[in-house]
């Protein structure tokens, strides 16, 4: 196969200062490192992490100018000199975790997200949202090529999370799960994953649309925390025995639903936290904790395998995103509908416009 033309600009979208806007504008393709590749990223979906990345909502500060995207879709252009196992012309998927060191004792033991030296698409390296990406080879999705890139790409840092949040929570086929955030990017696919994992499930968010598009995707029952006049008896009650979801996914960019989780989660049930509101603290009674034996958990992303089993489920027609497509352009638009609430689902960035 001839070696794929490789321009020496591309359109991405920059972040040049904290709070953004962002700014569409012709910058210089990079070239890969020995351990690299560089992806043509045709689609990547847009997350609510790469609004707190622009927007500087958390502890760590990004880099600056910084390319956001961490949902990036696309196909393999060039590789670096040590690279083998991934070709020319593969569909891969730039995630969140961009690179580790493959080393430490995390790293050995598969949970390279905690690696001290991790790099992050999007927030400590550059990311997604531009045509031509640079990743770590050991580190990209790899896409089966009868896969929609366009559909697939929420799936590398929305689904392999929910996911993974999933399988942390213990939660067994027939048991019931809580989403929190359920009308969200991550919460659409939560449900979806739940569903698929044999899981009853319950959605959480605010307005009819949310409510139709989350119950359409397969929860059992949906309550709505804007219009609900005692929550966390609703959200018991619809359990068939009223003792509560056995396990909580807390995907929600507010802090309130951190401290109502424990109060409907069942006993013996298990809290996980997903979502990261700017300067938001957890708070649980350590009675009712210690009494009815309550676990509370964080989830971070996936690691490798837990990507694969994420896209496998993506690949036998398990879960399918609720996304709209724009053009790369339009980026800043998707943000203010995002900081709004107003995304049903996904939006998916189109880099060729
Ligand atoms: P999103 O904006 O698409 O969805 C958030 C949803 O939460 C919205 O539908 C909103 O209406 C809903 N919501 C707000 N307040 C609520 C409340 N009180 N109760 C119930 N629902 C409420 O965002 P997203 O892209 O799905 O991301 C969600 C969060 O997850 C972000 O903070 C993001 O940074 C974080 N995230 C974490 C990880 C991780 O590895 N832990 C990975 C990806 C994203
Ligand atoms: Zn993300
Ligand atoms: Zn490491």
């Excluded at 929609?148 to 929305?158: H, N, Q, R, Y």
């Excluded at 401290?259 to 989660?265: D, K, L, N, P, R």
């Excluded at 298990?270 to 009675?287: D, H, M």
Aim: proline share 5%; with cysteine; aromatic share 6%.
């Amino acid at each position: 196969m001839a070696a794929p033309e490789i321009p020496k600009e591309q359109w991405a979208q920059v972040v040049e200062a904290k709070g953004g806007p962002v700014v569409y504008k012709k910058i210089p393709v990079q070239t890969p490192g020995p351990d690299e590749v560089l992806v043509n990223v045709k689609y990547s979906g847009v997350c609510h992490t790469d609004l707190h990345a622009m927007m500087g909502d958390w502890p760590i500060a990004p880099k600056l100018p910084l390319v956001g995207g961490h949902e990036g879709a696309g196909v393999v252009v060039a590789k670096g000199s040590l690279v083998d196992d991934v070709q020319i012309g593969d569909h891969v998927g730039i995630k969140w975790l961009n690179g580790s060191c493959l080393a430490c004792s995390f790293c050995m033991q598969a949970d390279e997200p905690l690696c001290s030296h991790a790099l992050l698409s999007g927030y400590t390296v550059d990311g997604s949202f531009q045509q031509y990406a640079i990743a770590k080879a050991a580190h990209v999705a790899r896409i089966p090529k009868d896969v929609d890139l366009e559909a697939v790409s929420p799936v590398l840092c929305a689904g392999i999370t929910v996911y993974k949040g999933l399988k942390e929570s213990g939660a067994r086929p027939g048991q019931w799960v809580a989403i929190v955030g359920a009308g969200g990017g991550l919460g659409s696919m939560a449900v979806q994953y739940a569903k698929a994992m044999g899981l009853h499930v319950i959605g959480i968010d605010s307005g009819e649309e949310k409510g139709e598009s989350v119950k359409s995707l397969g929860a059992t029952a949906y309550v709505d925390f804007t219009t609900s006049k005692d929550l966390v008896a609703e959200v018991k009650a619809a359990t068939p025995d009223g003792l509560g979801p056995h396990a909580v996914l807390l995907l929600a960019v507010s802090e309130k639903p951190f401290q109502q989780a424990t109060e409907y989660v069942r006993s013996r049930g298990t809290v996980i936290c997903i979502g990261l509101p700017a300067n938001a603290y957890l708070k649980a009674p350590v009675f009712d904790t210690v009494l009815r034996m309550i676990t509370i958990k964080g989830s971070y992303v996936g690691n490798r395998q837990d990507t694969q089993e994420a896209l496998d489920f993506f690949s036998r027609g398990l879960v399918k995103v609720p996304y709209k497509t724009v053009g790369l352009s339009k980026l800043q638009e998707v943000y203010d509908l995002m900081h709004q609430g107003k995304i049903v689902g996904r939006y998916v960035v189109d880099t060729s416009k």
